[in-house]
């Protein structure tokens, strides 16, 4: 049993971060925007800055929160005897389940771009997504979608 649970741990935490990033990807279209007509503006960036997004996790935040209780229940059970180990059990329980949550939580994060850019008529509009490509105040590009879907594209 003491053998499993670094195996078990490692399991866990690695698919609590297998979270789908690829939407936020400038480069990355969804199956309904294939073969629609995707309305294109030109502008400038005028601003730009890094920030992240807190992409959701497939299993709803399960196999962080459920996979450390189980990680941290195993651990706090082999600590003390009788009652104190019951209640090292229901500790480690609880402290794997918010570790757990948490390490899904950071693993989740995705390194995106806030950038605020100038159409061509004059309307202002920030895009975050994905930051994949290198962008910079001053240079020109696409805004690809309608709507609130709208993506940055090289010029």
Do not use: W
Request: hydrophobic letters at 40%.
């Amino acid at each position: 049993m003491k053998r499993l649970l670094p195996v078990a741990a490692l399991s866990i935490l690695t698919l609590a971060g297998c979270a789908n990033t690829s939407p936020y990807s400038g480069d990355v279209y969804r199956g309904n925007q294939a073969q629609t007509g995707q309305s294109v503006a030109y502008g400038t960036i005028v601003a730009i800055r890094p920030v992240q997004i807190q992409a959701d996790s497939r299993a709803g935040g399960l196999l962080g929160t459920g996979g450390g209780a189980i990680i941290g229940g195993l651990l706090g059970s082999q600590v003390g005897g009788g009652s104190g180990r019951q209640l090292a059990t229901v500790a480690g329980a609880l402290g794997g389940s918010v570790a757990g949550s948490a390490a899904e939580d950071r693993a989740n994060r995705v390194s995106a771009l806030e950038m605020e850019i100038r159409r061509d008529d004059g309307t202002d509009v920030v895009v975050v997504q994905r930051a994949d490509h290198q962008y910079q105040a001053g240079q020109r590009v696409r805004l690809i979608g309608s709507g609130g879907n709208l993506s940055v594209a090289p010029y």
